[in-house]
């Protein structure tokens, strides 16, 4: 387990202390853990990969994201490597006035069963995408235009494209592209062999109150504070 310990320190590049990214980590878990529901089993959410995995990847992203560009290799990796995961993208617009245009777009896409090709895409084109843009993609890739931008002008995307961002904020997710696996949350484009790292201990049935507890058994006088402070016996 004590690979967690590098990526709470290294992979996230903090300036906290130890004590401080430690607690992090369980407070971190304990959002998760009381935003589960929506994170992981939304009914809104468009499901990629294998659709009974047991181990869900989400990520928050927005199209005018660059990390995200670069984060699309490392999923389309992890999904050819890893048939028995799922991955839950999640629109999460905050970055450029189009984006929330380009995340309704993205999603009523996929309604028309074409998310994750439009997704890529989309993320792949360079400058500034409009919203024009965006339906020119769409129709080069035969999408039904009319329905898309119905959709598009639904409540029932705006709704859940909001949902996203309530979501997104209740996590304190403060950049993209930000991944959640398991009680585990991981900022930025952390490269497919953390991503890997990380489900490998959630298959385990690991999770962040665990390690601590470990930890505290082991000697380690901060996880020792931590364990008695909320009670994690």
């Known amino acids: 387990m004590r690979f967690l310990f590098l990526i709470s320190l290294i992979i996230f590049f903090s300036t906290d202390s130890y004590a401080s990214r430690l607690e992090q980590l369980y407070l971190e878990s304990e959002l998760i853990n009381r935003n ?21 990847v989400v990520e928050f992203f927005d199209y005018n994201c660059g990390y995200c ?25 905050i970055l450029n006035d189009n984006s929330y245009d380009l995340a309704k777009l ?21 400058g500034k995408v409009s919203y024009d843009d965006a339906l020119e993609l769409a129709k080069d890739m035969g999408l039904d235009i009319k329905k898309l931008v119905d959709d598009y002008n639904s409540k029932e995307v705006n709704d859940i494209i909001a949902n ?5 904020y209740s996590l304190a ?17 952390v490269g497919l062999e953390t991503l890997e790292e990380v489900i490998s201990y959630i298959s385990n049935d690991s999770y962040v109150k665990d390690y601590i507890v470990e930890l505290a058994r082991g000697g380690d006088s901060e996880a020792y504070k931590l364990m008695v402070r909320y009670s994690l016996f």
């Open 173 to 189: 997710v403060s950049g993209t592209p930000a991944y959640f696996i398991g009680d585990i949350k991981l900022d930025g484009a």
């Open 36 to 56: 589960s529901k929506d994170l992981y089993n939304n009914p809104s959410d468009i499901i990629i990969g294998n659709k009974d995995a047991k181990i869900t």
């Open 69 to 93: 560009e670069r984060a699309l290799e490392d999923l389309n990796n992890l999904l050819i490597k890893n048939p028995d995961i799922k991955v839950i993208l999640k629109e999460y617009p």
């Open 106 to 126: 993205s999603h009523s896409a996929g309604l028309q069963g074409n998310y994750f090709e439009f997704h890529g895409k989309l993320l792949r084109l360079k």
């Open 164 to 168: 996203n961002k309530v979501l997104g």
